[in-house]
Nanobody
Framework: QVQLVESGGGLVQPGGSLRLSCAAS????????IGWFRHAPGKEREGVSC???????????YYADSVKGRFTIARDNAENTVYLQMNSLKPEDTAVYYC?????????????????WGQGTQVTVSS
């Protein structure tokens, strides 16, 4: 059973930063591509970013246009964790953020291809 656990959400003022973590136990996270999705009330779920496997692919990263230049996804394989560094946060970034995997080394933008999801972490950007 692949289990993902997110952490790092919270309340931050516009222009601030947060770092989300996606950790795994009992399996090597770098075997699979890991994506971050977000879901805001009244909006459709949105793919935010993805990182492919380094050991089994090329570690490519992808970002939604809405977060390019502000968010950075990265792996720390020693910690078996994927991070999403979020800078210059805006109120429209407010959402529940989920990490997920399609159990493939290569990223997919499709939420319906994900096979395992974390429980989500709330990010609120407000003054």
């Amino acid at each position: 059973q692949v289990q993902l656990v997110e952490s790092g959400g919270g309340l931050v003022q516009p222009g601030g930063s947060l770092r989300l973590s996606c950790a795994a136990s009992r399996f090597t996270l770098d075997y699979y591509a890991i994506g971050w999705f977000r879901h805001a009330p009244g909006k459709e779920r949105e793919g935010v970013s993805c990182i492919s496997s380094i050991s089994r692919s090329d570690g490519s990263t992808y970002y939604a246009d809405s977060v390019k230049g502000r968010f950075t996804i990265a792996r720390d394989n020693a910690e078996n964790t994927v991070y999403l560094q979020m800078n210059s946060l805006k109120p429209e970034d407010t959402a529940v953020y989920y990490c997920a995997t399609n159990l493939s080394p290569i990223c997919s933008a499709r939420a319906d291809s994900m096979r395992s999801w974390g429980q989500g972490t709330q990010v609120t950007v407000s003054s």
